[in-house]
């Protein structure tokens, strides 16, 4: 039982506006005694009564229903909410702090708004700037009914600007949990603090094409078991996520169709989350630099990180320290759609291994697939592709696509069922032409190159091939190493597989000798 204290009883009878006085006053003894006209903080307890409103003015700043306190608060004020399960409807049309009691699953511990109708939370205000946001703390919102994605439990149907959620629950909803929407406009900075989004049938967080957002930050949230846990269809720019995670949805983990793809961009940065367990992990259609660093993007279905332009790129997109394994047929899928050019894609000390089913499972695949479709410099070092069915796959798939300094170095491909494949699956375009891979480990590869594309040579020196003789190869038929086809230049070869740096990330070579096998620079062959 909350502690309560008796006070007089005063409701809205009893207070009257007095225009020339500029505030709200009661009537207490027969005398006009003046109050502020709308209180600055205001109390929502569902225990509440007239009678006992826990020391306030019941009806003024203490309430018993949630939508109450939001009405009479001063805009920029604070309703605190007590524990306890809130059956109604709440929409937000001004700027304040909401202050739940927390956004557990006990009511008797943490603020519940709950209500089959949808949106159980509806918010159509702003907050002013950084300094002076609008805020919805320590809350759980649940219940909602609707059952399709363009339903919500917490609908921010306009503003949304400058709005902070901090240890909001948006969970068990039979429609999405929270969708930005309705009204065209572009929101800036809204921030997600410490949520729990999931659970929802359908997306967890749905960003709709209607709306336009530069800055927003997910900080250690969890979008976990919806069908889609991060979905946004429209223009964003400034995307920070900062840890948490996007486990077991039913789709995608997070899936971005405009990918920084303002005029005027904004960092995009992706650091420390996890995303598995899903059919695919992160899907992104990018139109602009980003950055992706110290995640794990590992046991999902289908893809770990997959996506392509979506509009000519100079870069720089940067995947670092990054594990995609155990991912059922990608760890790493880039498709470059025509007619863009995808330039400066680096890769740095990041793991693409066990991808593996039964007719698929590629570590790296790099695929071109229409015409114009131009990809250079494309540079991985540092490290690891192993155990898949194909480590690194290069596919042309039109004539008018191609690749030109796609770099790999200090790298183990070792242990795949083939290391390196380029192929050319359509049009006389190349897989081969501008691919330079060299200072790798080849080594337990059921192959370890294979190359398909039978006018252009694989530029492939200086790589360890399993063996001091190096690759197997009809013009190297003492080969103890590799087994090399087609057109690939393996020469010269290095002569000692130890990594000389263990502790670093990827294939560290040192002083290893580099000679040729058996004299010669070039092999070409057509088998």
């Not at 939370?121 to 919102?141: F, P, Y």
């Not at 670092?320 to 995808?342: E, H, M, Q, R, T």
């Not at 030109?404 to 494949?421: L, P």
């Not at 380029?422 to 337990?444: E, H």
Request: charged share 15%.
């Amino acid at each position: 039982m909350k502690s309560m204290r008796k006070t007089r009883r005063l409701d809205r009878s009893q207070i009257v506006v007095g225009a020339w006085l500029g505030a709200a006053c009661v009537m207490l003894g027969g005398a006009l005694t003046a109050i502020a006209q709308m209180p600055e903080v205001v109390y929502v307890d569902q225990d509440y009564t007239a009678e006992e409103s826990g020391g306030h003015v019941w009806n003024y700043d203490a309430f018993a229903s949630v939508q109450s306190g939001v009405a009479s608060v001063a805009t920029g004020g604070i309703v605190n909410v007590a524990s306890g399960l809130y059956a109604e409807q709440v929409t937000i049309d001004k700027r304040l702090h909401f202050v739940g009691a927390g956004s557990g699953a006990d009511a008797g511990s943490s603020t519940i708004v709950s209500n089959a109708a949808w949106p159980v939370v509806k918010i159509t205000a702003n907050g002013l700037g950084d300094g002076d946001r609008l805020l919805l703390g320590d809350l759980r919102v649940t219940g909602a009914t609707g059952g399709n994605q363009a339903n919500s439990a917490i609908q921010i149907a306009d503003g949304g600007s400058y709005l902070t959620l901090t240890n909001v629950a948006v969970v068990g909803n039979a429609t999405s949990g929270i969708r930005m929407d309705t009204t065209s406009r572009t929101v800036t900075n809204i921030v997600f603090q410490s949520c729990h989004i999931s659970g929802n049938s359908h997306i967890g967080l749905n960003q709709l094409d209607t709306v336009k957002v530069r800055g927003m930050r997910l900080e250690d949230c969890a979008l976990n078991t919806n069908n889609i846990g991060f979905y946004s269809s429209g223009d964003l720019t400034g995307l920070t996520v900062d840890g948490g995670t996007f486990i077991g949805n039913t789709d995608s983990g997070f899936h971005s169709l405009k990918f920084n793809s303002f005029t005027e961009k904004e960092p995009m940065v992706m650091r420390g989350f996890k995303s598995y367990g899903n059919k695919r992990g992160a899907v992104i259609r990018y139109w602009g630099p980003f950055t992706i660093s110290d995640a794990s993007i590992s046991g999902n279905k289908e893809e770990g990180l997959s996506g392509g332009p979506s509009a000519d790129i100079a870069g720089p997109i940067v995947i670092s320290n990054v594990v995609c394994n155990a991912n059922g047929k990608y760890g790493l899928w880039v498709i470059d759609y025509a007619p863009f050019d995808l330039a400066d894609f680096r890769v740095y000390d990041s793991s693409f291994s066990d991808c593996r089913t039964a007719t698929l499972g590629y570590g790296v695949n790099l695929y071109l697939t229409g015409s114009g479709s131009f990809t250079t410099n494309f540079f991985m070092t540092g490290c690891t592709i192993t155990n898949n069915n194909w480590g690194v796959y290069l596919r042309n798939n039109n004539t008018g696509a191609s690749f030109a300094d796609c770099r790999i170095r200090e790298t183990f491909i070792d242990g795949n069922g083939t290391g390196v494949v380029a192929k050319v699956t359509s049009g006389t375009g190349s897989a081969a032409a501008g691919v330079n891979f060299a200072d790798n480990s080849l080594s337990g590869n059921i192959a370890g190159v294979v190359n398909l594309d039978t006018v252009y040579t694989l530029n492939m020196p200086s790589n360890w091939w399993g063996g001091i003789l190096g690759p197997v190869h009809v013009e190297n038929p003492v080969g103890d190493g590799e087994v090399v086809k087609g057109l690939v230049a393996f020469n010269p070869i290095l002569g000692s597989g130890v990594d000389s740096k263990p502790l670093k990330p990827g294939f560290q070579p040192g002083a290893a000798n580099a000679y040729d096998v058996p004299a010669k620079s070039t092999f070409i062959l057509v088998w």
